[in-house]
């Protein structure tokens, strides 16, 4: 009986532990990698922002979750789909011309995202990397996220407001949200 108990607790740890691993996977791959899956990049113009006030953002605080910032945007332009196989953009409103409401990984005010690399470890035949817990922080009027990464790098992403014309890449995974962007004029 105590056999039995210690398999469930143990798969449930490695479900646990398969699920961080996926998850890390996933903000992390490159695009060579995500090439994979479907995607579109496009360029928009805000309509409107909303911005989650829930939390109460001090300087040099830690933040326990990104707030759920969301917008309005129009598509101005689809630059190119692509991916292993066809999905209908369409059919979450990605169209030129059209109106959507997108959500955003990060933020839409003021973001700095410090990808950085965790220790790779040699123990004569064993090779292990170690992951660097992602953390995030208010500092200097922008929200910092520092996340793990394949090398040291550090985007600057200067915020959306009413009328902003921007650039993004939006991948078709579990949640559809704006990551990166770059505005344009």
Known sequence: M????YWIVGI???VIIASVVWTNLMRTQS???GALLPYVDFEATVI??????SGNYLEGNEIVSAPEDSAVVRIDKIVETGGSYDFDWASMGIEEGKEVKLNFEYTARPTKIITVVGETIQDGDTVSHQIVPTKITFEDGYFVFRVNGNSETETI???LQEGSKFKTKLWKTFEVKVEKYEIIT
């Open 157 to 159: 992403l200067p915020g």
């Open 2 to 5: 105590q056999q039995k108990y």
């Open 31 to 33: 695009e060579s990698a």
């Open 12 to 14: 449930i740890a490695l």
């Open 48 to 53: 409107s922002v909303s911005l989650d006030e």
